[in-house]
């Protein structure tokens, strides 16, 4: 494999390939049935390779359209059964799959980033990755001072690459549809774009990780890794010996799941108030779980400020959709934007737009199912508010979209799980709004 990018070109060529859309999967079965073949078993054959096309050059072009796969993964509980065989294990596999670069490229960023003596810095260093991230791979090492640590590598022209990737994406966004019926997936494109240059830049990231590490040393909750070095193209931080959160969902103990479910609910909601940031990278391959039974954390290269923890207006949103008080949340909604001007909405699309939120906090735990994320994700999936593109008048303003995607990330990694969590519980803790300015809690940093 050349340290080369591919030429956009070429990319573009083979995602042109693809099925765009259930027409034309529709007209190819139409045919085959004609000369025999089974309609089941054809529609079968047919989403098949088209997951095996789609995600095969998701993961060849890393970068943008590797996260965009990521984020598509976590919603792989939100897919329709009759979709989802298909293309489990091939959304699953871009968690963490991506092809290494050679050792040759690998050593010749850590002389332009650590300096040619960079080999002191280590008592060993690996030159097998043992892991594929979006824009980078990891690297196993022992730092001089004896601790075990993990080395993020950048791609080698991993920042052009990513940004052809996603201008390219956005001329296909429609072929999700095969995947993801309903899911409007520009708007996440735009997001990524939109935070390109931060995440290409590794101090960024150590930045952030610093900061989580700092206000969770010692939590009994949640443990990240410290930082032990960064530049602008490598991170080295601390090793992190952990089951990865992919084999928990997969083969995991109810005890381990329900574990992981709720300290992965609470660490999205908690994270703003405690830390004043978001983690906005909500996939398994982000998340472990501890013998001791804390939840680990890694890859802060997508993270958002948020020095007042989360809006208020989101939870006190959720309180009166609880409270089914349509009248103020209705003016609550055209007031800050989630209403198109001119528009009316109806009790039932707020309803149905919320019900991800607000059915796990209608009792003190709540069991996330797959069936129940296929069921109650069909409205809020379509982050721009398009599925109610045509006579209808809801709209996710662009200053909430990201913390729509990562929450609503959250929960479809907790109908993975198949957990029973708390959400009542810690959303009453952490989030702004939920409850009553006079009932509201100390959420000192612990």
Same mark, same amino acid.
């Given at each position: 494999?050349?340290?080369?990018?591919r030429?956009?070109?070429?990319r573009?060529? =083979?995602?042109?390939s693809?099925?765009l859309?259930? @027409?034309? %999967? *529709?007209? !190819?079965?139409?045919?085959? /049935?004609? $000369? +025999?073949?089974?309609?089941?078993?054809?529609?079968?054959?047919?989403?098949?390779?088209?997951?095996?096309?789609?995600f095969?050059?998701?993961?060849?072009?890393?970068?943008?359209?590797?996260?965009?796969?990521?984020?598509?993964?976590?919603?792989?509980?939100?897919i329709?059964?009759?979709?989802?065989?298909p293309?489990?294990?091939?959304?699953?596999?871009?968690?963490?799959?991506a092809?290494?670069?050679?050792t040759?490229?690998?050593?010749?960023?850590?002389?332009?980033?650590?300096?040619t003596?960079?080999?002191?810095?280590?008592?060993?260093?690996?030159?097998?990755?043992?892991?594929?991230?979006?824009?980078g791979?990891?690297?196993?090492?022992?730092?001089?001072?004896?601790?075990?640590?993990?080395v =993020?590598?950048?791609?080698?022209?991993?920042d052009? @690459?990513? %940004? *052809?990737d !996603?201008?390219?994406?956005? /001329?296909? $966004? +429609?072929?999700?549809?095969?995947?993801?019926?309903?899911?409007?997936?520009?708007?996440?494109?735009?997001?990524?774009?939109?935070?390109?240059?931060?995440?290409?830049?590794?101090?960024?990231?150590?930045?952030?990780?610093?900061?989580?590490?700092?206000?969770?040393d010692?939590d009994?909750?949640?443990?990240?890794?410290?930082v032990?070095?960064?530049?602008p193209?490598?991170?080295?931080?601390?090793?992190?010996?952990?089951t990865?959160?992919?084999?928990?969902?997969t083969?995991?103990?109810?005890?381990e799941?329900?574990?992981?479910?709720?300290?992965?609910?609470?660490?999205?909601v908690?994270?703003?108030?405690?830390v004043?940031?978001?983690?906005?990278?909500p996939?398994?391959?982000?998340?472990?779980?501890?013998?001791?039974?804390?939840?680990?954390?890694?890859?802060?290269? *997508?993270?958002?400020?948020?020095?007042?923890?989360?809006?208020?207006?989101?939870?006190?949103?959720?309180?009166?959709?609880v409270?089914?008080?349509?009248?103020?949340?209705?003016?609550?909604?055209?007031?800050?934007?989630?209403?198109?001007?001119?528009?009316?909405?109806?009790d039932?699309?707020?309803?149905?737009?919320?019900?991800?939120?607000?059915?796990?906090?209608?009792?003190?735990?709540?069991?996330?199912?797959?069936?129940?994320?296929?069921?109650?994700?069909?409205?809020?999936?379509?982050?721009?508010?398009?599925?109610f593109?045509?006579?209808?008048?809801?709209?996710?303003?662009?200053?909430?979209?990201?913390?729509?995607?990562v929450?609503?990330?959250?929960?479809?990694?907790?109908?993975?799980?198949?957990?029973?969590?708390p959400?009542?519980?810690?959303?009453?803790?952490?989030?702004?709004?939920?409850?009553?300015?006079?009932?509201?809690?100390d959420?000192e940093?612990?």
């Open positions: 494999m050349s340290d080369i990018p030429k956009s070109s070429a573009t060529a =083979k995602l042109a693809i099925p859309g259930m @027409a034309g %999967r *529709a007209a !190819l079965g139409f045919g085959r /049935r004609l $000369a +025999g073949g089974d309609k089941e078993e054809i529609e079968a054959q047919m989403s098949a390779r088209a997951a095996e096309q789609l095969s050059v998701l993961g060849e072009l890393k970068g943008g359209a590797m996260k965009l796969g990521q984020a598509l993964s976590v919603m792989e509980a939100a329709p059964e009759e979709f989802a065989e293309y489990r294990e091939s959304l699953n596999k871009l968690q963490s799959a092809p290494p670069m050679p040759r490229a690998v050593h010749k960023v850590l002389d332009r980033q650590l300096g003596k960079w080999r002191e810095r280590f008592t060993s260093f690996d030159d097998e990755p043992t892991a594929s991230a979006s824009i791979q990891v690297h196993r090492g022992v730092w001089a001072d004896g601790r075990e640590v993990a =993020k590598v950048q791609y080698p022209g991993a052009e @690459a990513l %940004r *052809a !996603l201008k390219t994406l956005a /001329r296909f $966004a +429609g072929m999700f549809a095969t995947v993801m019926p309903g899911v409007d997936v520009k708007p996440v494109i735009d997001e990524f774009n939109a935070r390109t240059e931060e995440e290409l830049d590794y101090r960024i990231e150590a930045a952030n990780q610093r900061k989580f590490a700092e206000i969770f010692g009994d909750r949640f443990v990240v890794p410290k032990v070095a960064s530049a193209k490598v991170v080295v931080t601390e090793w992190m010996s952990a990865p959160l992919s084999r928990i969902i083969s995991g103990s109810a005890e799941r329900n574990r992981c479910g709720a300290l992965l609910a609470e660490f999205h908690a994270s703003p108030a405690q004043g940031m978001l983690h906005c990278d996939h398994p391959g982000n998340f472990m779980l501890h013998p001791d039974g804390r939840l680990g954390i890694i890859d802060f290269g *997508a993270a958002a400020p948020f020095p007042e923890g989360l809006p208020e207006i989101l939870g006190t949103m959720l309180r009166l959709a409270d089914e008080d349509f009248d103020q949340l209705t003016k609550l909604l055209h007031d800050n934007g989630f209403v198109l001007p001119g528009r009316t909405v109806s039932a699309e707020i309803a149905d737009y919320l019900r991800p939120f607000t059915d796990p906090i209608r009792a003190d735990s709540f069991h996330f199912t797959r069936d129940w994320m296929q069921q109650a994700a069909g409205v809020a999936t379509d982050f721009s508010g398009t599925h593109r045509t006579g209808r008048s809801l709209n996710l303003p662009a200053e909430y979209l990201m913390i729509f995607r929450l609503l990330g959250s929960v479809g990694i907790c109908a993975q799980l198949d957990a029973n969590a959400y009542m519980a810690i959303l009453t803790r952490w989030l702004p709004g939920f409850t009553t300015p006079a009932e509201l809690p959420t940093e612990v």
